[in-house]
């Protein structure tokens, strides 16, 4: 990637714009946490909005992509 961009300053900006969007999901995440303070985490928010089945199904699902 520093080979395709012609400039060091792009490089950094790069970074930086990727470190904003990885803080801004942290921030999504700590929110939804607060918003539901039961147990189960990010499971809660499928739940509430979709029904039962979509929060279990949306549970195993990431259960399975992040292993």
């Known amino acids: 990637?520093?080979?395709a961009l012609p400039h060091p300053g792009l490089i950094l900006l790069v970074w930086l714009v990727g470190g904003l969007l990885s803080l801004a999901g942290a921030l999504t995440y700590a929110e939804l946490?607060?918003?539901f303070p039961r147990a189960g985490g990010?499971?809660?928010?499928?739940?509430?909005?979709?029904?039962?089945?979509?929060?279990?199904?949306?549970?195993?699902a990431s259960f399975f992509v992040r292993s």
């Not at 499971?43 to 199904?57: D, T």
Request: charged share 15%; hydrophobic share 50%.
């Open 1 to 3: 990637m520093a080979r």
């Open 33 to 35: 946490g607060v918003l």
């Open 42 to 60: 990010i499971y809660r928010l499928p739940e509430r909005a979709y029904g039962p089945l979509w929060g279990f199904l949306y549970g195993w």
